[in-house]
């Protein structure tokens, strides 16, 4: 079982920053695989990011280049900073254990957080 909780959305102008965190618990930090999703109003949800136990990162096509996303064993936390903000980048993000399987799908990961609003306006 492992128990993840969302911090760090807002509202935020067009080109601003944002940086998420996803505090883990319940299993040893440093075995998990994390990723990041959104989920806008009327879509289906969408794959951002993703690191390993050891540090390799997958980034989406569409935030590669403006999103970081790094973890901190020590604190149990894996954070995602958000630079240059769009419009549509505007969803709730949640982060999620990886389980196997598609790294790029929802369904290879079992636990998530409650999510937290990224609103972007233009």
């Known amino acids: 079982q492992v128990q993840l909780v969302e911090s760090g959305g807002g509202l935020v102008q067009a080109g601003g920053s944002l940086r998420l965190s996803c505090a883990a618990s319940g299993r040893t930090f440093s075995s998990i695989n994390i990723g990041w999703f959104r989920q806008a109003p009327g879509k289906e949800r969408e794959f951002v990011a993703r690191?390993?136990?050891?540090?390799?990162?997958y980034y989406a096509d569409s935030v590669k280049g403006r999103f970081t996303i790094s973890r901190d064993n020590a604190k149990n936390t894996v954070y995602l900073q958000m630079n240059s903000l769009k419009p549509e980048d505007t969803a709730v993000y949640s982060c999620?254990?990886?389980?196997?399987?598609?790294?790029?799908?929802?369904?290879?990961?079992?636990?998530w957080g409650q999510g937290t609003q990224v609103t972007v306006s233009s």
């Open positions: 690191i390993t136990w050891s540090g390799i990162t």
């Open positions: 999620a254990s990886f389980n196997g399987g598609s790294v790029y799908r929802s369904t290879s990961y079992d636990y």
